[in-house]
């Protein structure tokens, strides 16, 4: 038969300090999870508070992006609708300058033609007064020498002397009313010699 096992006797006193000891340690974790659970609470409440000031900041800049997106697309618009509007005043420009570059061509060579038609005209009215000139002066010349002729045999015979110039006179006067070619102006006048002496001895 198996010997009694002896039952050890439970000190109250020791039990009763074991469950206060416990007890302070429980109260101490309690008080070091408060505060752990504190600082998290706060970082926590520190991190929401970054994150939505994060998201206001991108809020900003995404709407700062976005006017200054406008404002270049309203820039670009502006710039384009004025490129736009200087080209057309541009085109219009030179096209107004090119239609009157070819005006003034077309009336510098109608100015040219009318100046060498000009020319042409006053060449022709030159060699035409030449021409009569000359003809006049031919036959001036040829009539003095028939009048001499005529008015020497005539001296002989009656014996009497003309006076200088009056051959010259004589054959101004006749030429004027034989002459068919048409009377020269002031300026052929003056070139046929001996005539204003002429027409000075007739009016006196």
């Given amino acids: 038969m198996a010997p009694k096992k002896k039952t050890a006797k439970k000190n109250p006193e020791k039990s009763e300090n074991d469950l206060d000891a416990t007890y302070k340690r429980s109260i101490l974790d309690i008080a070091v999870l408060q505060d752990h659970i504190a600082l998290q609470c706060e970082s926590i409440i520190k991190v929401q508070s970054d994150k939505n000031d994060l998201r206001r900041r991108m809020r900003d800049m995404e709407q700062k992006l976005q006017q200054e997106r406008q404002d270049h697309r309203d820039i670009n618009s502006d710039l384009s609708r004025q490129y736009k509007t200087m080209q057309t005043e541009l085109t219009n420009k030179v096209k107004r300058l090119e239609e009157d570059v070819s005006q003034l061509k077309e009336e510098l060579a109608m100015c040219q033609e009318e100046l060498r038609k000009g020319k042409r005209d006053r060449d022709q009215m030159e060699q035409e007064k030449d021409a009569t000139i000359a003809d006049l002066q031919h ?25 200088p110039g009056g051959i010259r006179r004589c054959m101004l006067h006749v030429l004027s009313k034989l002459c068919t070619v048409r009377e020269p102006d002031s300026s052929v006048r003056a070139r046929v010699p001996g005539r204003g002496e002429g027409d000075k001895a007739d009016a006196s």
């Fill in 139 to 163: 036959k001036l010349d040829n009539m003095e020498i028939d009048y001499e002729r005529v008015l020497h045999a005539g001296q002989r015979k009656a014996g009497c002397q003309v006076e």
